[in-house]
């Protein structure tokens, strides 16, 4: 018999594009999609998709900025 909180979870794919930067201990829940280059800053949770070229931070993660293009 599993506890009922694990009973409850319902697992789902995180896709993370390509080119995204990740900081130590960086938490991204069931079902986000990271887009292509992103920057998630240290610590940061992830609840929400993330867009393309998009630095975001913070629990929950939260966009603060974009990358620059080179």
Same mark, same amino acid.
């Given at each position: 018999m599993l506890p009922s909180r %694990?009973? /409850?979870?319902?697992p789902a794919r @995180? $896709?993370? &594009? %390509? &080119?995204v930067w990740f900081g *130590?201990? $960086?938490t991204v829940l069931p =079902? $986000?999609?990271i887009g292509d280059g992103a @920057? $998630? =800053? *240290?610590g940061s949770v992830l609840t929400k998709d993330v867009p393309a070229d998009a630095v975001v931070l913070g629990v929950p993660a939260?966009?603060? =900025?974009t990358v620059? /293009? @080179?």
């Amino acid at each position: 018999m599993l506890p009922s909180r %694990r009973a /409850e979870m319902h697992p789902a794919r @995180v $896709v993370i &594009g %390509r &080119g995204v930067w990740f900081g *130590a201990n $960086v938490t991204v829940l069931p =079902g $986000v999609t990271i887009g292509d280059g992103a @920057v $998630v =800053g *240290a610590g940061s949770v992830l609840t929400k998709d993330v867009p393309a070229d998009a630095v975001v931070l913070g629990v929950p993660a939260k966009q603060v =900025g974009t990358v620059p /293009e @080179v």
